[in-house]
């Protein structure tokens, strides 16, 4: 049986939310993510490890992915669902990047937290989720 979660409302706290501290990013090309690395380091941190899922780690679990070196995958086209999986990220943090984010002019990715559930599923998995949950709201 899989495990399912709840949706929960973000607050604006300055505690980090679960997981190791890391930002997932899926199916942009290798300029959209020079442009998402760019605005991570110069105005979030430039210790936050960023990793860029190809569509040869669909498999990974996002533990496993978390775990790899920051930048790995970076110039590696991906055709997976555009989605930034946040870990670690505190709520204020993650309202800084979605509203920066936004600046970019970048098309709309599939956004999401890291949970106890989901760091046990394979990335493939949870872009499914995504985009289904993202197309039962009709954006």
Request: charged share 20%; glycine share 8%; proline share 4%.
């Amino acid at each position: 049986m899989e495990e399912t979660g709840t949706l929960q409302e973000v607050g604006d706290s300055a505690a980090r939310m679960y997981g190791p501290r890391g930002l997932i990013v899926c199916g942009m090309s290798a300029e959209e993510q020079e442009a998402v690395y760019s605005l991570i380091h110069n105005g979030l941190s430039d210790q936050l490890p960023v990793i860029f899922v190809s569509d040869e780690m669909v498999d990974k679990s996002l533990k496993d992915i978390l775990s790899l070196e920051a930048g790995f995958g970076k110039g590696q086209p991906s055709t997976t669902h555009r989605s930034m999986i946040m870990s670690g990220f505190s709520e204020q943090e993650l309202h800084w990047l979605i509203a920066n984010y936004r600046n970019l002019g970048l098309p709309r990715p599939l956004w999401a937290t890291l949970t106890p559930i989901s760091e046990k599923w394979d990335i493939k998995h949870l872009l499914e989720e995504l985009a289904a949950e993202d197309a039962s709201y009709g954006l």
